[in-house]
């Protein structure tokens, strides 16, 4: 049997990779210009290798309505990692993707087509344009991976698409945002202040060297009009083979310092990650 080998496509932000895994036949890691973006194993949808899909999928396990199908949207598609999974962990969840880079989602789909019985529907359309748009009270978990190369578009980082995500959420519902910071947190501290504007109730989850400002990295932003599971979320996190922390309630005030709720007049990227950061050798 041959093995697998690399395939490459042109897409809107660069040129797209899926690179075999060499343990595991059906297994693949997309890159978009050498930048990790996923991990997807067609044989176990339940296997995420990157430290914040992790994450993400314990607040998609805990989100209300407990142990039932959800109504998801993913902002952002990259491998349709978590999609798979929440097909699997909670089967009959009906899912939209959206995603900006049409090529990028025609080359996802044609060699890791999404499987066949699950409701994942797949939109090319802007993240913020699609929440603005979405019916009110229509999620119970919004999920917003947007990145435009190694960094996250300022369009996704104001009041306005705060606002916009809370009305598409019903009134259990959680929007998690993966964002990547590093001291001295200011793009952090402004996301925070901005979802706190938008959402009663507001956590973050990362690895505790992150939080610590010891490395770049990815950190969850957790926002909710009801209470957050953050008592449960903390125990899973814990436990996890790559273990995080959560942070919430007084904890929150040191990354509140200096931050204040973005406009789309002062919108700007996240901050460039320091070289290395998300590349592969």
């Not at 993707?97 to 989602?105: K, M």
Request: charged residues 20%; aromatic residues 6%; negative net charge.
């Amino acid at each position: 049997m041959n093995a697998p080998k690399p395939v490459s496509r042109t897409v809107a932000g660069g040129v797209a990779k899926l690179l075999p895994d060499v343990d595991r036949p059906r297994a693949w890691l997309l890159t978009v210009d050498d930048a990790p973006q996923s991990y997807v194993d067609l044989d176990d949808p339940l296997r995420l290798e990157f430290e914040y899909t992790r994450m993400l999928a314990h607040v998609l396990e805990l989100a209300e309505p407990a142990g039932e199908p959800l109504d998801v949207l993913h902002l952002g598609g990259g491998g349709l990692t978590l999609p798979r999974y929440a097909a699997v962990q909670r089967p009959g969840s009906r899912q939209r993707v959206v995603e900006s880079d049409r090529a990028l989602l025609d080359f996802v789909t044609s060699r890791l087509p999404p499987p066949a019985d699950a409701a994942i529907a797949l939109e090319a359309t802007d993240a913020r344009l699609a929440v603005e748009r979405g019916p009110s009270g229509s999620a119970d978990l919004v999920i917003a991976d947007v990145f435009g190369g190694p960094r996250i578009p300022g369009h996704v980082t104001t009041l306005p698409y705060a606002r916009a995500a809370a009305g598409v959420l019903r009134p259990h519902g959680i929007h998690a945002m993966n964002l990547a910071d590093t001291t001295p947190f200011r793009f952090l501290s402004s996301q925070v202040a901005t979802f706190a504007a938008a959402f009663a109730h507001v956590a973050l989850l990362a690895e505790p060297a992150v939080l610590r400002g010891r490395r770049f990295g990815n950190i969850v932003l957790l926002a909710s009009a009801s209470p957050l599971p953050v008592t449960a979320l903390a125990r899973r996190a814990a436990a996890d083979p790559f273990p995080a922390r959560v942070e919430f309630g007084p904890m929150l005030r040191r990354f509140l310092e200096g931050g204040s709720p973005v406009s789309d007049a002062r919108a700007v990227p996240s901050p460039e990650p320091p070289e290395g950061s998300f590349s592969i050798d």
